[in-house]
């Protein structure tokens, strides 16, 4: 009797323990759940819809091996249901638009297309930081680093300008750019939400 007592105390403790464990993640029950795609944060080259793509993909990591920049990572377990899935981090590797990716997709998580219509996002210029714009600091990081440059971002009066119509937002220009503040956070951006005026999600 008492050393039955002893083993379902010592179970009862590995539960608590477990239950302790899996606390902190409750409070990030919406990060697990929810979708990875962020600011600077980008699934590759010809995605489909995000509601789509975590039930698409089949975590086989073919788009992951196939990149030569290592621009492709897995996430991992924090991030819930979307593990294993794809994502580029433009600020560490952005993606130099090779398109092996979508070529080696088994599922059409990552669809065949063109690498001038590819949009993975937007970048998005803060005219308040950028020192080209604010400054007579002659900068043109990011528009010569454009793998599109004068079709994705040309100079106006030296000062550098996106054409939301033709960027693929691949973030070359974010990984290039030499400027942050003093939280990190850099004059240009890649917004994977930003819909253009005119066109519709």
């Known amino acids: ?6 083993i379902d105390r010592r179970d009862l403790l590995k539960i608590l323990a477990g239950t302790a464990a899996l606390a902190p993640l409750a409070g990030c029950k919406a990060n697990i759940l929810g ?3 962020g600011i600077n944060r980008l699934r590759p080259p010809g995605a489909v819809d995000e509601e ?3 039930g698409r993909c089949i975590r086989c990591g073919r788009c992951i091996e196939v990149c030569p920049y290592r621009s492709i990572v897995p996430l991992d377990a924090t991030d819930g249901v979307n593990a294993g899935t794809p994502l580029i981090l433009a600020e560490k590797m952005p993606c130099y638009l090779c398109m092996e990716c979508v070529v080696v997709c088994p599922t059409g998580a990552l669809q065949k297309i063109e690498l001038e219509d590819t949009r ?8 308040e ?10 900068c043109r990081t990011c528009y010569s680093v454009c793998p599109l440059r004068d079709i994705a971002i040309h100079l106006k009066e030296f000062k550098p300008q996106v054409d939301t119509s033709a960027c693929t937002g691949c973030g070359v220009c974010v990984h290039a750019c030499p400027i942050e503040d003093s939280n990190g956070v850099k004059p240009i951006l890649i917004d994977p939400d930003f819909v253009p005026q005119g066109e519709s999600s």
């Open 129 to 138: 930081t950028c020192l080209a714009q604010t400054d007579d600091t002659l």
């Open 1 to 6: 009797m008492d050393a039955r007592k002893k």
């Open 52 to 54: 789509d793509f975590t």
């Open 35 to 37: 979708s990875p795609v």
């Open 120 to 127: 993975m996002g937007m970048a998005i210029i803060n005219n």
